[in-house]
């Protein structure tokens, strides 16, 4: 079975400070990795998937395949990150059907 | 485009009363689905379908039923409410295919007394 591990629920980081949030994921196959945000009123979004490996709002993860991690990273955090980010998981070639979501991390930085 | 709309914002049910949540979306996306969001659970699958007349269960399917007549709605409906069932719903859809994006609703945010 597919699983996505969030361990951290809460985490405050000062502006300016470096931001990692952990996802951690288990999978046998290939998987498809995804980072959604979830800012205060506002619908669920994405915010990067791993296939593109391009960075977004200075965010960037790296799939780690020998550690099984996905973190989300960003060299210099911002108040506007303050938000509920999901690390998420699917199996590749069977498109969004069996989408794994982890518990969430809310981030918060602190002016 | 309104993307993946949601009714009602805000529901207050009573415990064994039944109601539909209401989930349209205007992209022409074959995948649709309905997910609860629960403090420190995160998001969990409740029903979902790949096209128009299919649907399959997720992870948390008991005590609610889905149908799926055409391209764009995807009902959620909840047979006979319980205090267990008290959460926020979000609707999602997405085009078939390895790393399509989910859509999301604004979610529902339901009371069970």
């Known amino acids: 079975a597919q699983r996505v591990t969030q361990p951290e629920k809460l985490l405050s980081v000062f502006k300016g400070a470096p931001v990692e949030l952990k996802c951690n994921y288990s999978?046998?196959?290939?998987?498809?990795l995804f980072w959604y945000v979830q800012y205060s009123r506002q619908r669920l979004q994405l915010l990067l998937r791993?296939?593109s490996r391009e960075s977004i709002k200075g965010f960037t993860a790296d799939l780690n395949k020998g550690e099984t991690s996905f973190h989300l990273k960003k060299p210099f955090a911002q108040e506007e990150d303050s938000a509920m980010y999901y690390c998420a998981l699917h199996r590749s070639n069977f498109g969004n059907e069996k989408l794994t979501f982890g518990t969430g991390t809310r981030l918060t930085i602190i002016p | 485009n309104a993307g993946v709309t949601q009714t009602p914002k805000f529901q207050v049910l009573k415990t064994g009363q039944s109601m539909t949540l209401q989930c349209a979306q205007d992209?022409?996306?074959?995948?649709m689905s309905w997910y609860r969001q629960d403090p420190g659970m995160g998001l969990r699958l409740i029903h979902y379908?790949?096209?128009?007349?299919?649907?399959d269960q997720g992870e948390v399917p008991n005590g609610y039923n889905v149908s799926r007549s055409t391209t764009e709605d995807f009902p959620l409906r909840l047979l006979s409410a319980a205090p267990s069932q008290t959460s926020v719903y979000f609707c999602?859809?997405?085009?078939?295919?390895?790393?399509?994006?989910?859509?999301f609703g604004n979610g529902t945010r339901l009371t069970v007394t």
């Open positions: 992209m022409n996306h074959e995948y």
């Open positions: 999602a859809s997405s085009r078939r295919g390895n790393n399509s994006p989910l859509h």
């Open positions: 379908s790949v096209g128009a007349g299919i649907t």
């Open positions: 999978y046998s196959g290939s998987p498809e």
């Open positions: 791993h296939i």
